[in-house]
């Protein structure tokens, strides 16, 4: 079945730059997406990347893809205290199928 | 600014007691979302409608129930809350249905039941 698998917690310093991992189960996945939770509120999408795309980059966002290993990573460069957010990776199938949620990653920014 | 709106932010009901969120789109989208999130969880599908096809997920109890009177608003209705439907509720539009479709979500409801 699908499934997509995000380490629950990651903690980086201000400045620094922070790496969100994900690991997918579908093959068939067309896209695959970034959604960003600040406490209290809904989704924000921050980037979407096509699966026969490497690498998609949006100012400090860089999302790279290995479709080999079904592996997805989301860079954040220069890590700002309001980046502190849950991020979850999501992949969609085709045209029928619905988006499928990591549990997510709590990033926290320490000054 | 296009966007999902949803009302209330914080709704309160009794136990039993019948209460509806309501969400509205300026996107013009033809598909709109209800997602059950609990805390520390990834959101989970209710149901959704495409235009005015209700699809609705296997798993969802019966006590959930939607409307879409128009292509602007979408209602969540739940008959009779207990104590585990306390969460947030998010509606989510995207421009047409399937897995390669963005989705927007707005800010979410989040349920109380006393």
């Known amino acids: 079945g699908e499934d997509v698998e995000q380490s629950l917690f990651l903690s980086v310093r201000e400045g620094d730059s922070s790496v969100i991992n994900c690991t997918y189960t579908d093959s068939s996945s067309t896209y695959l997406y970034w959604y960003k939770q600040e406490p209290g509120a809904g989704l924000q999408l921050l980037t979407y990347?096509?699966?026969?795309?490497d690498m998609k980059q949006d100012q400090r966002l860089t999302v790279l893809l290995n479709k080999k290993d079904k592996h997805l990573s989301l860079r954040i460069a220069d890590t700002q205290t309001g980046d502190s957010a849950i991020y979850f990776c999501a992949e969609g199938e085709g045209s029928q199928g619905n988006l499928i949620f990591g549990k997510g990653t709590k990033l926290s920014v320490k000054p | 600014d296009a966007m999902v709106i949803q009302n209330p932010r914080y709704q309160v009901t009794q136990f039993g007691k019948p209460v509806t969120l309501s969400c509205s789109q300026t996107l013009n989208h033809n598909v709109m979302y209800w997602y059950q999130q609990k805390s520390s969880q990834a959101p989970k599908l209710l149901f959704h409608y495409y235009d005015k096809d209700f699809n609705n997920e296997a798993d969802t109890p019966d006590n959930f129930q939607s409307r879409r009177p128009n292509t602007s608003f979408c209602f969540l209705d739940i008959r009779s809350p207990g104590l585990g439907d306390a969460a947030m509720y998010l509606c989510?539009?995207?421009?047409?249905?399937?897995?390669?479709?963005?989705?927007?979500f707005g800010d979410g409801t989040r349920l109380s039941i006393l």
């Open positions: 989510a539009t995207s421009r047409d249905r399937g897995g390669n479709q963005p989705q927007h």
């Open positions: 990347i096509f699966s026969n795309m």
